[in-house]
């Protein structure tokens, strides 16, 4: 046999060798073999719900910028956003928390609400995801926003307080260089202010229903030497000075200092009745300076507009007294993405995003305020000019209200106190001492 036939046939039987082996090789169910790495799939895509709050810290606007840009640098995370007012955000969160998949994966919480999410188990313990920079850099009397019991469950965001505003050119036309530094010099001024016709109201307040009366009576209680509850959290608020403050308040409704419609309002409200130039003195948050100062289509005093340090009563022995009112940004327990949501809420309340929209919130971040930082930031703008200054020297005076897995309930039954008393239907101590046993009634 010739070489190039025997080659021939050797190759002939190693083909159909071949070809009887791969008919015994795996089957179409089954796993092929790998001989080399697969290539690395793309990330998958994510969507995160956020619930927010539409009425103060950074406009609906700038969030919706801050979640183009968050979208825009994480491109496998789309952010969608729900907006809704403060007073319909706890039972909304209750509500999403109620299915095993929640409605939202990050949500906005007040202060008062995280001892209740955390006994619940609505809200993540991030505790371990926090950096020494966050530690170190954050405001400690930031941190007590969103920590319970030495555990931190979401990272502080909307840092606020209660600021005394004052309509500077009305003040002036009364005859005062200078705003209250009392509110016994503050009622002598509306007295002055109303004999001349100036307005007719010099101050308006949040006294409603809800908890922004809540936070107005906590100014005025502490300023006069007060406080809610005592060292064990048994309420103190019915003793001589609670029942004096209240008593106080009713008073300059009596008196026609106060603007009688304030038993009905919320912060909005004194918002537009400050802004339309029909009060001289007005409480309320952060954001109401650039509206009612810088935004002609939303006041009729722009530019008149100053804040000043809280006033406080002469026989109060404190120099002032304001409430906190900051809020935090969580991610859901049970969010099944959770990781994507934290990475939403490290971009929130990065330093960056935290300066750049310091107009409606000031920054968490201590480290924003010193040296050059805190320079730039408080030459960032005109609003960052006053509320910058105004902020620093106001915070230590900002009181926490009692944190408390029954606050909600417990501030229900104040709010109906205050109200019952500011209505006439219950004197300020009846109503008081019955808001206590409800107090005590929910402690047990």
């Known amino acids: 046999m010739s070489t190039k036939k025997f080659g021939f046939q050797v190759f002939a039987l190693l083909v159909i060798a071949a070809f009887v082996l791969s008919a ?29 709050m539409e009425q103060a810290g950074p406009t609906v606007d700038e969030m919706n910028t801050i979640v183009s840009e968050f979208n825009q640098q994480y491109p496998n995370i789309k952010v969608e956003i729900d907006y809704v007012a403060y007073d319909a955000m706890h039972d909304k969160i209750i509500t999403g928390m109620a299915s095993t998949t929640p409605a939202y994966d990050v949500f906005l919480v007040d202060d ?24 170190d850099e954050i405001f400690d009397a930031a941190w007590e926003i969103s920590t319970v019991s030495g555990k931190a469950y979401g990272m502080p965001w909307l840092l606020d307080q209660k600021y005394f505003f004052y309509n500077e050119e009305l003040l002036k036309q009364a005859g005062f260089d200078a705003p209250p530094t009392t509110w016994e010099e503050l009622l002598e ?41 005592d060292e064990s959290g048994k309420p103190m608020f019915n003793d ?31 918002r537009n009745v400050f802004s339309s130039g029909k009060a001289v003195f007005a409480l309320n948050w952060n954001y109401m300076y650039d509206l009612a100062n810088n935004q002609p289509d ?16 002469s026989d109060g022995g404190v120099e002032s007294s304001t409430i906190d009112g900051s809020m935090g940004i969580s991610v859901a327990a049970t969010s099944q993405k959770p990781d994507a949501a934290w990475e939403y ?100």
């Open 189 to 229: 001024q509306s007295k002055a202010i109303k004999e001349q016709g100036i307005v007719e109201y010099p101050i308006v307040w949040s006294w409603g229903q809800y908890e922004a009366a809540i936070c107005d009576w906590v100014t005025l209680l502490y300023g006069n030497g007060g406080k809610l509850v």
């Open 298 to 313: 939303q006041s009729q005093v722009t530019g008149k507009v100053k804040i000043a340090l809280m006033p406080v009563f």
């Open 112 to 135: 008062i609400w995280y001892a209740e999410f955390a006994d619940k188990g609505y809200i993540l313990d991030i505790t371990d995801k926090l950096t020494q920079e966050m530690k």
């Open 240 to 270: 001589a000075t609670g029942v004096k403050t209240l008593e106080w308040m009713v008073k300059t409704i009596d008196d026609g200092f106060t603007n009688p419609a304030s038993i009905s309002y919320v912060e909005e409200d004194v």
């Open 24 to 52: 015994c090789g795996p089957k179409p169910t089954e796993a092929p073999v790998v001989t080399e790495a697969p290539a690395t799939p793309a990330a998958e895509e994510v969507t995160i719900r956020v619930l927010a």
């Open 345 to 444: 809420v490290k971009y929130l309340t990065s330093k960056d995003v935290q300066n750049r929209y310091s107009s409606h919130m000031l920054p968490i971040w201590a480290t924003s305020f010193e040296g050059e930082t805190g320079e730039k930031l408080a030459a960032s703008s005109e609003v960052t000019a006053v509320t910058v200054p105004a902020f620093k020297a106001q915070f230590p005076f900002s009181h926490v209200r009692p944190k408390v897995p029954f606050y909600v309930e417990g501030s229900k039954a104040l709010q109906l106190a205050l109200q019952k008393a500011l209505t006439k239907q219950a004197t300020a101590q009846e109503a008081l001492d019955e808001a206590a046993v409800t107090w005590e009634h929910l402690m047990k």
